[in-house]
């Protein structure tokens, strides 16, 4: 099982990848991206900020934006497995469509956690009522 930050939650327990993209692997705690994280961010910073502006920035870097997309999709559908979610709520995809905010932390070509922040939908679902609740 790897440890990842997930939603804010930290340490939740995920299961290892036994197929990866763009060469990444996985390791106890951390994902290997195949390539300096530094190099995709343009600083020694660990912690990034991704939203529509810097992915649509850094998108016509294709190697860059591959890699940095494999990360951000292999850590959303790994936050989805361990909250048991039906399907993956954080993509590259929806993160560079949305008003939303993704922080990926990463440590050289490790990346060990990322978290979504923005306006969103809650639902809360009451066993005794038929319809769903929204706030």
């Known amino acids: 099982m790897n440890k990842v930050f997930v939603r804010g939650a930290l340490n939740c327990n995920i299961p290892k990848s036994t197929h990866s993209t763009y ?3 996985q390791s106890n705690r951390t994902m290997e991206i195949g390539i300096n994280f530094s190099r995709i961010t343009g600083n ?3 912690i990034s900020k991704w939203n529509q502006k810097t992915l649509q920035a850094i998108k016509p870097n294709f190697e860059k934006f591959s890699y940095l997309s494999a990360a951000i999709d292999k850590l959303g559908d790994a936050s989805a497995k361990a909250q048991k979610l039906p399907q993956v709520i954080t993509t590259t995809a929806k993160t560079m469509y949305s008003d939303h905010n993704c922080y990926v932390y990463a440590d050289g070509t490790k990346v060990i956690g990322l978290i979504k922040v923005g306006k969103k939908k809650l639902f809360y679902r009451v066993r005794f009522f038929r319809k769903l ?3």
Do not use: A, E, G, I
Request: hydrophobic letters at 20%.
């Open 44 to 46: 020694n910073d660990k």
């Open 23 to 25: 060469s990444t692997r």
């Open 133 to 135: 609740l929204t706030f």
